[in-house]
């Protein structure tokens, strides 16, 4: 409940505070590309149902019908403005609106396409209890996930080698760990982490360092 009442405060006056960025980044998008101002991906969100995540489009019109779930930082498909706003995270705004209306929470496991959900083993469903959030303990761990996936001749086979095993161990061990005060944690280190991306919080240590870019020409699929 205090969980709850914390996101729909809190996604309100986001919504409320970031509204004029909101509005200019809408134009932009509108003005350097054709096609819509929002993405829309369906993901697996509570007990798996699929719900629609906003989000600001970053890449050119049907994307989603010219490559792979995952994107890499080198990915043709990213529009110049998709670029800078992924760099900064700012794509990710509109999600305050899947907070508000309760598809999401502020924290919680990074939902994925209904494809990876489908996969999950009976243990990693337990995932699926919990609301999917705009950050977790995954997102600080690989907070820069484009880096790792640029060169990749497969850049969603890389995740799955690379980035998924250890993302869906620190998802389950939030789900067997959550409390309002961890969620305060992870906020308060997100926020630490986008001033300081190399830095990485000490209960994340023992999970090693994020993947290096480099890795993933190691993992092409042969």
Do not use: C
């Not at 509204?19 to 929002?38: E, M, Q, Y």
């Not at 989603?64 to 670029?83: C, I, K, M, W």
């Amino acid at each position: 409940m205090l969980k709850r009442a914390f996101d729909v405060v809190a996604a309100a006056a986001g919504l409320i505070l970031v509204s004029p960025a909101l509005l200019v980044l809408a134009a932009t998008i509108k003005l350097t590309s054709p096609g819509p101002v929002f993405y829309l991906g369906v993901r697996g969100g509570l007990g798996g149902a699929p719900f629609r995540i906003f989000k600001f489009r970053s890449m050119v019109q049907n994307a989603d019908r010219l490559g792979g779930p995952s994107t890499a930082g080198d990915d043709p498909r990213l529009t110049r403005v998709g670029r800078l706003m992924r760099r900064y995270k700012l794509d990710e705004l509109p999600q305050l609106i899947n907070v508000l209306v309760g598809d999401m929470s502020f924290v919680g496991p990074r939902p994925e396409v209904l494809s990876e959900v489908e996969a999950y083993t009976e243990e990693q469903r337990q995932i699926l209890r919990i609301r999917p959030g705009i950050t977790d303990w995954a997102s600080i761990w690989n907070s820069n996930e484009e880096s790792v996936l640029a060169g990749a001749a497969d850049p969603h086979e890389v995740y799955k080698q690379l980035i998924q095993p250890t993302k869906l161990r620190l998802q389950l061990a939030y789900y067997r760990e959550r409390t309002f005060l961890v969620d305060i944690e992870i906020l308060l280190s997100t926020v630490v982490k986008l001033f300081r991306p190399n830095w990485v919080p000490g209960r994340l240590k023992p999970y090693g360092r994020p993947v290096p870019a480099s890795a993933a020409h190691d993992a092409r699929p042969s």
